[in-house]
């Protein structure tokens, strides 16, 4: 018995040592496979709304039919990363000054209007989350980069989240410097867009996993560029076609784009199945932006 006792611990040992040694998995095909279009991301989770880039916010969007929602990320005085669009407390809660400038507590004091409570913590939405929902944050500053991306890893949300870098090679570099395996998207444009986005896919970073796009840089041949590197794209769908009296999706996925940012989560997601149901996928031509 005493024999059999020391086989089994020996045996546990081993395996815990193979698993110790074994390399970390670093692709993200988990994630890509859960954003190959049609998709819909809830833009804030519900734009113009008072619980906009709440948890419940985003509850109440995945009861929608949503596959990813989007927000946005800022640091507080004590460094704790919260879900806040804003650089001012100003008009969206009942707080004034710069949200850097408050601590963590100071800022859940600071009630967003129309509700009894303030802004979430992004860690709060990865409990949330928990493996059911993709969720796309924004990069509001520099400082914000590493203690979102070390809430990531604690919560082993690598599959699961993917954060916005914006038009800036600086974050880019400074967020894949800190972490080589956190999912980019990245959005190049401007004069100097086609320069970075031809840098960005001679990278071959497998862990940059989509373009955003604009209808001021969007065309065939870009569109095909991005998808013959393995790299999926987006769009802010309300730049196509004004949102407010229903969702501009089904115009983006007949461009042959992958997931659609929305501020029509419900009407999205209805596009979304019927763009899914239909075997035509167009691909783009220039489009013009129209007011958001």
Same mark, same amino acid.
């Given at each position: 018995?005493? *024999? =059999?006792?020391?086989?089994?611990?020996?045996?546990? !040992?081993?395996?815990? $040592?193979?698993?110790?040694?074994?390399?970390?998995?670093?692709?993200?095909?988990?994630?890509?496979?859960?954003?190959?279009?049609?998709?819909?991301?809830?833009?804030?989770?519900?734009?113009?709304?008072?619980?906009?880039? *709440?948890? !419940?916010? @985003?509850?109440?969007?995945?009861?929608? %039919?949503?596959? =990813?929602?989007?927000?946005?990320? /800022?640091?507080?005085?004590?460094?704790?990363? @919260?879900?806040?669009?804003? $650089?001012?407390?100003?008009?969206?809660? /009942?707080?004034?000054?710069?949200?850097? $400038?408050?601590?963590?507590?100071?800022?859940?004091?600071?009630?967003? &209007?129309?509700?009894?409570?303030?802004?979430?913590? @992004?860690?709060?939405?990865? &409990?949330?989350?928990?493996?059911?929902?993709?969720?796309?944050?924004? @990069?509001?500053?520099?400082?914000?980069?590493? #203690?979102?991306?070390?809430?990531? /890893?604690?919560?082993?949300?690598?599959?699961?989240?993917?954060? +916005?870098? %914006?038009?800036?090679?600086?974050?880019? +570099?400074?967020?894949?410097?800190?972490?080589?395996?956190?999912?980019?998207?990245?959005?190049?444009?401007?004069?100097?867009?086609?320069?970075?986005?031809?840098?960005?896919? !001679?990278?071959?970073? #497998?862990?940059?996993?989509? =373009? +955003?796009?604009?209808?001021?840089?969007?065309?065939?041949?870009?569109?095909?560029? =991005?998808?013959?590197?393995?790299?999926? !794209?987006?769009?802010?769908?309300?730049?196509?076609?004004?949102?407010?009296?229903?969702?501009?999706?089904?115009?983006?996925?007949?461009? %042959?784009?992958?997931?659609?940012?929305?501020?029509?989560?419900?009407?999205?997601?209805?596009?979304?199945?019927?763009?899914?149901?239909?075997?035509?996928?167009? *691909?783009?031509?220039?489009?013009?932006?129209?007011?958001?």
């Amino acid at each position: 018995m005493r *024999t =059999i006792r020391l086989l089994t611990v020996a045996a546990l !040992a081993l395996a815990l $040592s193979a698993e110790t040694r074994a390399p970390a998995r670093t692709d993200s095909r988990d994630l890509i496979a859960r954003l190959q279009g049609p998709r819909v991301a809830a833009h804030r989770g519900g734009y113009g709304l008072p619980d906009s880039n *709440t948890v !419940a916010r @985003f509850e109440a969007a995945r009861r929608q %039919g949503v596959d =990813i929602v989007e927000t946005d990320l /800022r640091l507080s005085k004590d460094r704790v990363v @919260f879900l806040f669009h804003n $650089s001012l407390l100003d008009h969206v809660t /009942r707080c004034t000054g710069p949200i850097a $400038s408050h601590t963590a507590a100071q800022i859940e004091r600071c009630h967003l &209007r129309g509700l009894d409570r303030g802004p979430d913590r @992004f860690e709060s939405a990865l &409990r949330w989350s928990g493996g059911r929902v993709v969720i796309d944050a924004e @990069f509001k500053t520099a400082a914000v980069v590493q #203690p979102a991306i070390d809430l990531v /890893r604690r919560h082993h949300a690598y599959e699961w989240v993917y954060f +916005q870098v %914006g038009n800036s090679p600086e974050t880019y +570099q400074a967020a894949r410097s800190y972490d080589a395996r956190v999912a980019l998207e990245a959005a190049p444009r401007g004069p100097h867009g086609e320069q970075w986005l031809a840098e960005l896919l !001679a990278k071959r970073d #497998p862990h940059l996993v989509l =373009i +955003q796009l604009h209808p001021d840089f969007l065309s065939s041949e870009i569109l095909r560029s =991005i998808h013959a590197s393995d790299k999926l !794209a987006s769009l802010n769908a309300w730049l196509l076609a004004s949102e407010k009296s229903g969702a501009s999706c089904a115009k983006v996925f007949d461009l %042959g784009i992958d997931v659609a940012v929305t501020n029509a989560a419900d009407l999205c997601a209805a596009q979304r199945d019927e763009a899914r149901a239909s075997p035509r996928r167009s *691909t783009p031509a220039p489009a013009s932006p129209s007011t958001p």
